[in-house]
C-alpha cells in the first residue's frame, strides 16, 4: 500500500527566509509526487508534481519540490517565503486503480505560517 | 470556466437525515471525484467515477451514494447521516487522459455538520 508522511504539523519562518515543507512517501514501483496548497476556506489548488526526469521540480508561485529517491522524499521549497504562502500544504502520491479512475493518497498535511 | 463548483457551502443535518451535496465541472472532464477532509487524516477517497455511467467505491465509501448520469454532474448522497460523517467534503476532476499524472482540480467544498 502507498503512504505518505508529512512529519511537521506546523513550519514557522519570517518572511525572506527559505521554506521546506517535508514530504516522505512509500510505494510500490515508481511514484507520481504532488503538492496541493490549501488556503483557509478554499478547495485545494495544485502546485507541482514530479512523473520523472529532473529531480527539482519548479512549480506555481515560486515553490519547487526536490525528489531523492534514495530518501524517498520529496520535500517542497521556496528560497523566500511571504506572508502570503501561509496555508496548508499538503503531499499527494497518486496510484491508478483497477477500475480506471486513480486515487490521490494525501498526507495529514502542514501548516505553513509566514511571519514579518 | 467556473471549474469545479459544489454546493452547498455549508449544511447542518440531524442523525438520520438524508441529502445530497451537488458537484459540477464544466471542463468536460471525464473522470471525477469525492473526498472528506477531517483533522490530522488528510483528505480520503469515497468513491470515483471515469465516466457517465461508471462509479466505483474509495477508501470510504459506507454510508455514501453516487450517481453518474451526466459527464458534468457527479452528486454524493448521505443515506442516513451520522455524526462520524461530520466533515468537510471536496469534489475533484481530471482529464481521463492525465488521471495519474495530472492535477486534480478541486472545488471548494462543502463542510457538514451531523448533530
Known amino acids: 500500500a502507498q503512504s505518505v508522511a508529512q512529519p511537521e504539523d506546523q513550519v514557522n519562518v519570517a518572511e525572506g527566509n527559505p521554506l521546506t515543507v517535508k514530504c516522505t512517501y512509500s510505494?510500490?514501483?515508481?511514484?507520481?509526487l504532488f503538492w496541493y496548497v490549501q488556503y483557509p476556506n478554499r478547495g485545494l489548488q495544485f502546485l507541482l508534481k514530479?512523473?520523472?526526469?529532473?529531480?527539482l521540480v519548479k512549480g506555481s508561485y515560486g515553490f519547487e519540490a526536490e525528489f531523492n529517491k534514495s530518501q524517498t522524499s520529496f520535500h517542497l521549497k521556496k528560497p523566500s517565503a511571504l506572508v502570503s504562502d501561509s496555508a496548508l500544504y499538503f503531499c499527494?502520491?497518486?496510484?491508478?486503480?483497477?477500475?480506471?479512475?486513480?486515487?490521490?493518497?494525501f498526507g495529514t498535511g502542514t501548516q505553513l505560517k509566514v511571519e514579518l | 470556466n467556473a471549474g469545479v463548483t459544489q454546493t452547498p457551502k455549508f449544511q447542518v443535518l440531524k442523525t438520520g437525515q438524508s441529502m445530497t451535496l451537488q458537484c459540477a465541472q464544466d471542463?468536460?472532464?471525464?473522470?471525477m471525484s469525492w473526498y472528506r477532509q477531517d483533522p490530522g487524516m488528510g483528505l480520503r477517497l469515497i468513491h470515483y467515477?471515469?465516466?457517465?455511467?461508471?462509479?466505483d467505491q474509495g477508501e470510504v465509501p459506507n454510508g455514501y451514494n453516487v450517481s453518474r448520469s451526466t459527464t458534468e454532474d457527479f452528486p454524493l448522497r448521505l443515506l442516513s447521516a451520522a455524526p462520524s460523517q461530520t466533515s468537510v467534503y471536496f469534489c475533484?476532476?481530471?482529464?481521463?487522459?492525465?488521471?495519474?499524472?495530472?492535477?486534480?482540480?478541486f472545488g471548494p467544498g462543502t463542510r457538514l455538520t451531523v448533530t
Open positions: 471542463m468536460n472532464h471525464e473522470y
Open positions: 475533484a476532476s481530471s482529464s481521463h487522459r492525465d488521471r495519474q499524472v495530472g492535477e486534480q482540480y
Open positions: 510505494v510500490s514501483g515508481n511514484p507520481y
Open positions: 467515477s471515469v465516466g457517465a455511467g461508471i462509479t
Open positions: 514530479y512523473i520523472t526526469g529532473d529531480n
Open positions: 499527494a502520491v497518486s496510484l491508478l486503480l483497477t477500475g480506471g479512475g486513480n486515487k490521490l493518497t
